[in-house]
């Protein structure tokens, strides 16, 4: 988000249980842990934004945020990024997307970012349209003349066809960057939250200039 103009997040995508739109990894322990979002019971191929938060989530809440004060209460920038945590798990939001969406808001404006958000949806009606050809239609709209994507998707997308139609095709490749978490190993790939926790706001904005566009 940090690297570019604009920063496109999907609302009307078919909502897939095995993806983290819900969920997500901090560190308790020393090891990784799974924390997820309850959502109501509802039929498969509703889209994200169809999907609606479980009415057990007051409850769920609570629990999680005790969670992650007693994994991260050591941590040196605590008590300023569970504030933000604070912020996120209040926000009194019912739909899965609203939520996503206020979560993101709030890092982005703590860590200064100031790319501007759009919602899919709100471009063009692309529903019709799958992957790559999807995106290319998206770039299209926003007369974008470079796509960002993360490096997973570097076998998905085909940089000839974005020349085609006048797109640069980049992908974003972080470098190997690590931090001290307690006496730990390094475990990767967690939460921007723990991210936050051990690095706070300033640094991590540092963090964020470590990759480099292929």
Known sequence: MSCVDKFVIYDDIQFTKKGWIHRNRFLKDGRDQLFTLPLKNDSDYL????RKIS????KEREALRRRLVSAYKKAPHFYEVMD???SILDEPCTSLFEFV???IVKVKLGLGIGTELLISSRISDTRDLKGQNRVIE???HLNSSVYVNPIGGIELYNKDEFRCVGISLKFHRIFNVSYPQFNNDFIPNLSILDVLMFNGFEET???LTKFELV
């Open 101 to 103: 969406y206020q979560s």
């Open 138 to 140: 998206i770039c299209k």
């Open 47 to 50: 889209d994200v934004v169809e």
């Open 55 to 58: 009415d057990i989530w007051p």
């Open 205 to 207: 904005k540092s963090l």
């Open 84 to 86: 933000l945590a604070n």
